[in-house]
């Protein structure tokens, strides 16, 4: 059978073209005007809410406030931090003109807030009392894009930006990990994509960070996606704006700061770490319908069965299963069944003028093995809780196993060039930048991170034979 134009190209094919294709045939983006902009339509936008309200919730329980800053930051105060304003120069857009005249001093477009919001924690920071300062913003930012790839690299995008001040590294330190922790979670516990934490090596660091820490999932193409990092930037930005406090035994110390962001990014992330040559293949928790149900029929059955299905779907959001009802009845119960498959609901129901008549329902997964299953009309809504938990579990399994096994410990340069050809390869590295640029000039593949829970080894460079820095393997990989 050929590829209709509903189809999306398998991913052995083209994994590109298969990516490009699934984002705009499930509705979920579409290009903007203006280069690497999009447009996030409804299904999409949804998906971002519901890793957003899963996000903001764990943000708050831990006792940070949401604050909104200016999207239009004054030029000079990129350029009070060097690192920072050389990290962002390429990718920054400027206001130059307003109101009909040439501004006085240009503005940026924000790329990130840490230089705005620096200087208004120096305002509100005075003794140690005020201490931690503990917030967050949920924005849009800028960060002109060349080669532009809907969620993963678009011009603008959404995200929300940690910023919080501390007393001493050690607060400050907590924090930045207590940020990654938060990530590994929603990314594992909702996203269900088996994240690794760890470090990023000097040459990956945040502009102006001291320390950068990531989360970085596997997809399906073996390929790393960074889907959130938190930095430390001991006293780097508190220098630049005046961060300062006055401590308990009345000295004027530096605040210590972090920073961390999770982004749209992430959106990109779940359709990689779970979609299929069938289109997306969305984990429950995400899913902005969870379960779909096709009413079949013609005329008064039709009718009857849309009735029968609207009751249904009722009984199902009071469970909490968030339900859809698609009884575009002009299209055949084929198309609608392979829309949903394509848009990535995990369950779908399907009712027709039989089913009605022996109080049963067809129940078909997204994924498994099963295949279709007859189940009583009226316990529809007391199983699907359960269904839905279990369809988490088994994709949060099939990622890991994937991830696992496209992962190879290697100890000489033939086995990190197969294994970074499909997958990620743990290797010793020296820690050297030329080193670190050899090996992505050669195959691509660069440090994804220094994993927190890497057993310790030292030895020999993988690439140099130099020693091994860091005292335990690296994971590299190529990556989005
Ligand atoms: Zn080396």
């Not at 919730?57 to 831990?62: E, P, S, Y």
């Not at 800053?69 to 350029?79: A, C, G, N």
């Not at 005329?299 to 199902?316: F, I, N, V």
């Amino acid at each position: 059978m050929g590829r209709d134009e509903r189809g999306v190209t398998p991913q052995q094919e083209d994994f590109s073209a298969w990516y490009n294709e699934l984002v705009a045939k499930a509705q979920l983006v579409d290009r903007g005007p203006a280069k690497g902009t999009m447009v996030i339509r409804p299904y999409g936008y949804r998906l971002w809410e519901l890793i957003q309200d899963e996000l903001d919730r764990r943000i708050k329980d831990t006792g940070h406030e949401n604050a909104y800053f200016p999207l239009l930051i004054p030029e000079s105060y990129l350029r009070r931090e060097a690192d920072h304003v050389e990290g962002f120069s390429p990718e920054l857009a400027v206001v130059t003109h307003a109101g009909g005249k040439e501004l006085e001093e240009p503005l940026i477009v924000r790329p990130t807030s840490e230089t705005i919001i620096g200087e208004m924690m120096a305002k509100w920071v005075s003794s140690h009392r005020d201490l931690p300062l503990l917030l967050n913003q949920w924005a849009n930012v800028v960060r002109w894009e060349l080669r532009p790839r809907m969620f993963l690299r678009t011009t603008e995008f959404l995200w929300q930006e940690g910023h919080t001040a501390h007393a001493g590294e050690a607060d400050a330190m907590r924090e930045t990990m207590l940020a990654l922790d938060l990530y590994t979670e929603v990314a594992r516990d909702v996203a269900a994509i088996p994240v690794v934490p760890g470090e990023k090596t000097a040459g990956e660091r945040f502009a102006g960070a001291v320390r950068t820490f990531t989360i970085e999932g596997m997809m399906r193409d073996g390929k790393a996606l960074q889907a959130g990092t938190s930095h430390y930037m001991g006293t780097n930005f508190a220098k630049a704006f005046d961060i300062q406090y006055t401590s308990e035994a009345g000295q004027l110390e530096l605040c210590h700061t972090t920073s961390w962001g999770m982004s749209t990014r992430m959106i990109g992330g779940v359709i990689m770490t779970h979609g299929d040559d069938k289109g997306l293949v969305l984990p429950p928790r995400l899913a902005p319908y969870q379960v779909v149900i096709v009413p079949i029929g013609r005329g008064d059955q039709g009718a009857q069965t849309s009735a029968a299905a609207r009751e249904l779907a009722g009984r199902l959001k009071a469970a909490g299963v968030r339900t859809h009802v698609d009884d575009r009845a002009q299209l055949s119960p084929g198309f609608r069944f392979n829309d949903w498959e394509l848009r990535g609901a995990p369950v779908r129901l399907e009712l027709g003028p039989r089913d009605l008549e022996s109080g049963t329902v067809v129940m078909a997964k997204r994924l498994g093995d099963e295949g279709k299953q007859s189940i009583p009309l009226s316990s529809v809504p007391e199983l699907l809780p359960g269904v839905l938990e279990d369809f988490q579990a088994f994709l949060l399994r099939r990622a890991t196993e994937f991830r696992d096994s496209h992962t190879a410990e290697v100890e000489s340069w033939d086995s990190f060039t197969d294994a970074v050809a499909s997958g990620w390869a743990l290797a010793l590295h020296c820690g050297k930048a030329a080193c670190e640029a050899d090996i992505k000039a050669k195959v691509a593949a660069t440090p994804r991170c220094i994993p927190l829970d890497g057993a310790p080894e030292t030895g020999r460079c993988v690439l140099c034979g130099d020693a091994s820095a860091y005292g335990k393997r690296v994971i590299f990989g190529r990556a989005y």
